[in-house]
């Protein structure tokens, strides 16, 4: 915990005496998150399939959350970390081929729903207990606009996962609401990172271009980004830490969307 940084936050942000576990924690948007949560007071667990040479996490546990026997593992970990007040399933991300449905075969479909649904579902299950016997807690989904603006060419699978999982995470938080619990989806557009660099260079290979205008094919697929840039994940870890926080008490079962006015208004 960083004493100097948490004091720095209001009461109703600071996260202080807090314990969370952020999945997917060991870089990019999870990294984030992690040093986010951190600054505000809690401590933090983070799991993920790499170890880094640093992080803000106070321990890191080195887990395949694809693994079938993930779930219970993580479960055990945290228990033995002296539980969880809030939990973070930042897990998620596409390696599709290009080329519209047809290109996807049944192991990419099995994919892209085990890591961006399932394993979220099956974390949910084993560490919900630890919550419900406190009576309290936050959880929070990090879905993706794409659940709303599917992209047929390198991301279908990613993106039904993403909607199966904003449906799914509505459906938990009316069941856990009344349980103390919250539940909630934070959705980005896109955003800076290795992910959608690769996400473009994989829509360019599929037509014959390379990177850089498979970024502006990524862009122009979204319809326009008003602000024109993706998020850097900084940006979108404030907003996960406001949801976390007692000063969003009242939102339950809702969808955050960080996308700089990318989906549009109807």
Not at 54 to 78: K, N, Y
Not at 79 to 92: E, K, P, S
Not at 242 to 263: H, L, R
């Amino acid at each position: 915990m960083n004493e100097s940084t948490a004091v720095l936050y209001p009461p109703s942000l600071s996260l202080a005496g807090r314990r969370a576990v952020v999945i997917g924690g060991t870089k990019g948007l999870g990294a984030a998150v992690v040093s986010r949560l951190t600054d505000a007071g809690a401590h933090v667990l983070a799991i993920g399939r790499s170890t880094p040479e640093h992080s803000a996490a106070d321990r890191l546990i080195r887990v395949d959350v694809t693994d079938a026997d993930a779930a219970e593992v993580i479960a055990e970990a945290v228990q033995a970390d002296g539980g969880l007040d809030i939990l973070v399933q930042v897990t998620g991300g596409s390696t599709s081929p290009g080329g519209g449905h047809a290109a996807m075969r049944d192991a990419d479909w099995d994919a892209e729903l085990a890591l961006n649904l399932l394993a979220a579902v099956r974390i949910d299950r084993a560490l919900s207990p630890q919550l419900l016997e406190k009576g309290k807690g936050v959880i929070v989904h990090v879905g993706s606009i794409q659940g709303r603006m599917p992209l047929f060419d390198g991301t279908l699978g990613y993106a039904a996962a993403k909607a199966a999982l904003r449906a799914y995470s509505k459906g938990l938080a009316n069941e856990l609401a009344p349980k103390g619990i919250r539940v909630n989806t934070v959705s980005p557009g896109g955003i800076q990172s290795a992910s959608s660099n690769g996400l473009a260079e994989r829509i360019g290979e599929a037509h014959g271009v390379g990177e850089e205008e498979g970024m502006k094919m990524l862009m122009d697929s979204l319809g326009g980004i008003p602000d024109g840039r993706f998020a850097p994940a900084a940006e979108i870890a404030d907003v996960i830490g406001f949801v976390v926080s007692d000063a969003a008490a009242s939102i339950v079962g809702d969808e955050i969307t960080v996308d700089g006015g990318t989906v549009k208004t109807t």
